[in-house]
């Protein structure tokens, strides 16, 4: 069975910028398909960026141009670089199969954007 640990958030202010990392354990990890998601208070949780095990790469519209997902396969990791950060980003930032969830989530990483 595939463990999760997502890491890299924190405060930053409107504008700024922050690496997460999502460590996955398991062999089977390089076959999957994988996603970030992200849930604000309130709000339903919500696929953001998305990578194959090509490494072909989808975003939602909301952070097209500012997000970038990427893999490193060799280490088991998943990464999103997130800049021009915006308020509305701020949420708990989870990875998972992805589009289709398939694993136990993680403990997430919280992100808050903030002046």
């Known amino acids: 069975q595939v463990q999760l640990v997502e890491s890299g958030g924190g405060l930053v202010q409107p504008g700024g910028s922050l690496r997460l990392s999502c460590a996955a354990s398991?062999?089977?990890?390089?076959?999957?398909?994988m996603g970030w998601y992200r849930q604000a208070p309130g709000k339903q949780r919500e696929l953001v960026a998305a990578i194959t095990i090509s490494g072909s790469t989808n975003y939602a519209d909301s952070v097209k141009g500012r997000f970038t997902v990427s893999r490193d396969n060799a280490q088991k990791t998943v990464y999103l670089q997130m800049n021009t950060l915006k308020p509305e980003d701020t949420a708990v930032y989870y990875c998972?199969?992805?589009?289709?969830?398939?694993?136990?989530w993680g403990q997430g990483t919280q992100v808050t954007v903030s002046s």
């Open positions: 998972n199969t992805a589009p289709t969830v398939r694993l136990t």
């Open positions: 398991g062999s089977i990890f390089s076959i999957l398909n």
